[in-house]
């Protein structure tokens, strides 16, 4: 007996099997989990087995440097070979062999075992039962029978960890490992699911597993529920730790009541560790067919590259048909250059009437807007430098050619923050931008009123503009009221202007704006109250900060002559007073609530998208946040209150009567247009948000005009999570302003529009068991239902289903009804047509 191989008989070991949990909770592993992979095999004590005395003294052993530890009730030895009998343990390295019977040869390290033959830990969290086998611990090859296994999971007391993106679990008759990666498997099965009621299997007469890599499978057949499905001569399984590898993905299946059956493939490329791509295509029975294409990048920790196509060959509806097709790129990308942070956000749509026809979420299909942007940006103590260049295009109807666009290119922005001047109390900042741009506009016909009203066509040619905004200010403090004047010089040149029709060519005549700005802010001490005594277990503080600013602007005398590309070119005179507060209720918790740890349909909320990163291989994480702890302080509400009061009604006479006027102190104020005539009293702005715990949810933006005796906007949105359930309601309210509608009569009814949201929901996308949400969209103006989309699922411990309705309404370019639905096998992939990004949760 040598010093690092040393037998120890206990009168009783008991090596008891732990039961197997779920191997997958859901279809996909949860995301945002990062499985745990370490650097080097774990001992074989802190794996599956029993804190048994033998596995007490392995690790007393291993700390002293031996390698082999062997416990039975009974041996016997002849020559280096050892009988052993009854509760056998043999610890080697990071491996642990357990069997009644064993007879093991110290000189080969072979190991011939019968009887609750069991095999754990490796580099692959192997797991071996079988009912005999042989086993060597130094070349780590060997023969099981009547086999049932796991890799690439951990097991701790009586729960598994993910120690692999790719578990599974396999079945044989005959196993053999030829080497630490590699498993031969006969007349046996592969799943992902538990054993021994697996929910489905490939069962296969061959199967060769490289762990790392992938399980190859040779005349299978694919059983759900034991019932054989599909017959496959070949097909693989990814069991590698990184499981990306190029191939044909599950084939997609749909029917649209437009679009006809849907019939899609698609082929995934791992080009490599840092990129992959994935191309496909669908078939449209009634229309055509579609084109899908994405490429992803990582290059590097702080950089990424994700590109999307979408488009379609339409062979066009009704007679003669009309053909909706078209295409849709889609490019983000970040990094950094030489110091300078650089992003890139493009998005180009060939025509709306493709994107009201083809895309599948409702509020992406409404919008009209399309912006693309690219820059590079840095900031040095206080400086900031910023280039860009950026394309606005705002299609103002489905005909071609009905577009606006605007365009940057380039610009290039240089700023400070404030910076205190020497030592005295006075601070200095500027804001410079040299851009070259260019607008173009179609001819627009208006028909919301009695007698329809065109504007001409418009285009500049590529106009260059300079601008120069110095600041000086000077902060003061005394006992709690803040004061602050600040004195600010506008320089803008112009290298065209518009026309005094506005419409045409702009014209070659440059054109200088020059401004004074004297604006002197005032806040009041706040007003605060603690609350005593306790309620619903928590304590309460109330504020309120009150501010008042006054504001003059002078020497825009020719703002009609500017032509507008963005807030720069709206500025105009302005002699004002704008007085408001904000009043805020904290909360603050007596005690410590536990983890909050309700599963929920964060994706599922209305009035906001869902998170989703564009990031490459980095998920949103919208349904399974991590279990924290309730915040001890919150604030409950907060209610914002504004006005302003125009001294000069018509802003040194800027205002064109009968249309929407938009100038920078309007916009500053709220995004919705109410200048259409003269007037002192802007309407009074009120933002609400109430937030009583991190289940609720609530916004309500008012904007009531006292000079038309009613509401231009209101938009209220709630949403609210209890338990597994998930609701969401929204209202939007927009009054066109009476004087902008055209009337030969002066009785045009006016424009409004009134539309309703509401979702529903129980689950979430990996709860376990039934899942559902639902939502609509209603217009209350027209009485018809914009859109509906049901979605339901239901998830065992490795596959899942999920079926889908959806029906949209879509002015006069679409009327469909869509069904589609994903079979979801855990590691694998899906089967169907729903989208991640598409779906309601």
């Not at 030829?178 to 069962?203: M, N, R």
């Not at 060769?208 to 034991?226: E, P, T, W």
């Not at 070259?436 to 503009?465: D, I, K, Y």
């Not at 200048?675 to 933002?687: D, E, M, N």
């Amino acid at each position: 007996m040598t010093l690092r191989h040393r037998f120890l008989i206990t009168a009783a070991v008991l090596c008891h099997l732990l039961l197997l949990p779920p191997l997958v909770t859901s279809q996909l592993p949860p995301v945002n989990h990062e499985p745990e992979t370490p650097q080097k095999s774990a001992p074989a004590q802190e794996q599956n087995v029993p804190a048994t005395p033998c596995a007490l003294a392995a690790a007393a052993q291993r700390e002293r440097g031996e390698v082999n530890t062997i416990c039975a009730i009974q041996q016997e030895e002849e020559g280096g070979i050892y009988k052993l009998h009854g509760a056998v343990e043999i610890y080697y390295g990071s491996y642990v062999l357990r069997a009644d019977e064993v007879t093991y040869n110290s000189n080969t390290r072979e190991a011939a075992a019968e009887g609750h033959f069991a095999l754990d830990g490796g580099p692959n969290d192997d797991h071996v039962r079988a009912s005999r086998g042989s086993y060597n611990l130094d070349l780590e090859t060997g023969s099981f029978y009547d086999v049932t296994g796991t890799t690439g999971l951990r097991f701790h007391a009586n729960r598994a960890i993910l120690t692999s993106t790719a578990p599974f679990a396999f079945t044989g008759k005959r196993v053999e490992k030829t080497s630490p990666d590699h498993y031969l498997v006969y007349d046996g099965t592969i799943t992902t699911c538990e054993l021994p009621h697996a929910k489905w299997q490939f069962e296969a007469r061959k199967v060769i597993v490289d762990v790392g890599g992938n399980a190859k499978i040779y005349h299978s057949a694919f059983l759900l529920h034991g019932l054989p499905i599909l017959y496959l001569p070949f097909a693989t399984h990814p069991v590698q730790k990184e499981s990306r590898q190029s191939g044909f993905l599950m084939p997609s299946v749909a029917h649209s009541s437009t679009k006809g059956n849907v019939i899609g493939e698609a082929y995934y490329w791992a080009i490599n560790r840092m990129m992959d791509a994935t191309l496909g295509a669908e078939y449209f029975s009634e229309r055509g067919w579609s084109q899908r294409g994405t490429f992803r990048a990582r290059p590097s920790e702080t950089s990424y590259v994700d590109m999307s196509y979408f488009g379609v060959i339409d062979r066009g509806i009704g007679s003669p048909p009309l053909k909706e097709g078209g295409e849709n790129v889609r490019l983000n990308a970040a990094g950094k250059i030489d110091g300078f942070r650089a992003v890139a956000d493009v998005d180009y749509l060939s025509s709306f009437l493709f994107r009201l026809a083809f895309n599948e979420v409702f509020s992406q299909a409404v919008y009209s807007e399309v912006k693309s942007q690219a820059f590079l940006s840095k900031s040095v103590d206080g400086y900031n430098v910023n280039g860009f260049v950026e394309l606005y295009q705002n299609f103002l109807s489905t005909t071609p050619g009905q577009v606006i666009r605007i365009s940057h290119a380039p610009s290039f922005d240089f700023s400070s923050v404030d910076r205190q001047l020497g030592h005295a109390p006075i601070y200095w900042s500027f804001d410079a931008s040299a851009a070259g741009l260019s607008r173009s506009e179609p001819q627009e016909c208006s028909t919301s009123g009695l007698v329809p009203v065109c504007t001409l066509p418009f285009r500049t040619g590529f106009l260059g503009r300079f601008a120069l905004n110095p600041e000086i200010s000077m902060p003061l403090q005394f006992r709690g009221w803040s004061l602050r004047p600040a004195l600010t010089l506008h320089d803008t040149y112009y290298s065209e202007r518009e026309p005094p029709t506005g419409a045409g060519q702009a014209l070659s005549d440059p054109l200088n704006h020059r401004a004074l700005e004297t604006a002197v802010e005032l806040r009041p001490p706040a007003v605060e109250r603690v609350f005593a005594g306790e309620f619903l277990g928590r304590k309460w503080k109330h504020v309120i900060e009150p501010r008042v600013v006054y504001r003059f602007v002078t020497g825009i005398n020719d703002f009609a002559n500017a032509v507008k590309f963005d807030e720069r070119d709206i500025l105009t005179d302005t002699h004002e007073v704008e007085y408001g507060f904000v009043t805020r209720l904290y909360s603050k918790r007596i005690s410590q609530r536990p983890p909050d740890c309700d599963v929920m349909m964060l994706g599922l909320t209305v009035g906001g998208a869902a998170p989703e990163s564009v990031v490459p291989w980095v998920h949103a994480n919208t349904t399974n946040p991590p279990c924290q702890p309730e915040a001890q302080v919150r604030e409950v509400v907060t209610w914002e209150l504004a006005q302003k009061y125009f001294l000069d009604p018509t802003f040194g006479g800027a205002l064109i009567p009968g249309q929407r006027n938009m100038f920078t102190t309007t916009a500053d104020l709220t995004g919705i247009a109410f200048v259409t005539q003269p007037r002192h009293l802007s309407p009074i702005v009120s933002r609400l948000r109430i937030e009583t715990s991190a289940h609720t949810d609530a916004e309500w933006d008012l904007d009531y005009d006292f000079q038309q005796n009613g509401i231009n906007a209101s938009t209220l949105l709630a949403n609210y999570h209890i338990g597994p359930v998930t609701m969401g309601g929204g209202d939007a309210i927009l009054n066109i302003p009476a004087e902008t509608v055209a009337s030969s009569s002066g009785t045009a009814t006016l424009p409004r529009f009134n539309q309703f949201r509401a979702a529903v929901g129980y689950g979430a996308a990996n709860k376990r068991g039934f899942s559902g949400a639902s939502g609509f969209g209603f217009d209350a103006e027209s009485k018809k239902l914009q859109f509906i989309a049901a979605q339901t699922s239901y998830n065992w411990d490795c596959c899942g289903v999920t079926a889908e309705y959806r029906s949209y309404s879509v002015a006069n370019v679409r009327h469909e009804n869509l069904f589609r639905f994903t079979f979801t096998l855990a590691n694998i992939g899906g089967f169907g047509s729903l989208r991640r990004q598409e779906r309601l949760y």
